[in-house]
């Protein structure tokens, strides 16, 4: 969804973008990409159920959350979802299975 019109304009998004750089920068993270939309993360999420049952959450975890705010990676995409699973160790097709899976979905 498009930030300026879930948040009211693009000064609004350009506000809530220095704040949270601001925010940010005071735990040291300098390297955030600001985006114009947001993603539907709901598959991200489902490849993190799959994750959580082979123990690997939180590399799942850390390497998506760095993908979204530090990389400007898509987590809507495939590519880049298959990608991201590979980095935490999970097998690409199964995360992308996964992402598509009822089972894990309602997780």
Known sequence: MD??????GKERVAAMHARLLEFANGFGITDMKMRQRSPN?????AIAELARDQGKLEPWRQIAMDAHW???L????DADLRALATEAGLDP??????????????R
Do not use: V
């Not at 898509?74 to 995409?77: A, I, N, R, Y």
């Open 74 to 77: 898509d987590l809507e995409s």
């Open 41 to 45: 993360t709901r598959r991200a999420l």
């Open 93 to 106: 097709d199964a995360a992308i299975a996964a992402s598509r899976d009822a089972r894990f979905l309602s």
């Open 3 to 8: 930030l300026a019109t879930k948040f009211g």
């Open 70 to 72: 530090r990389r400007g």
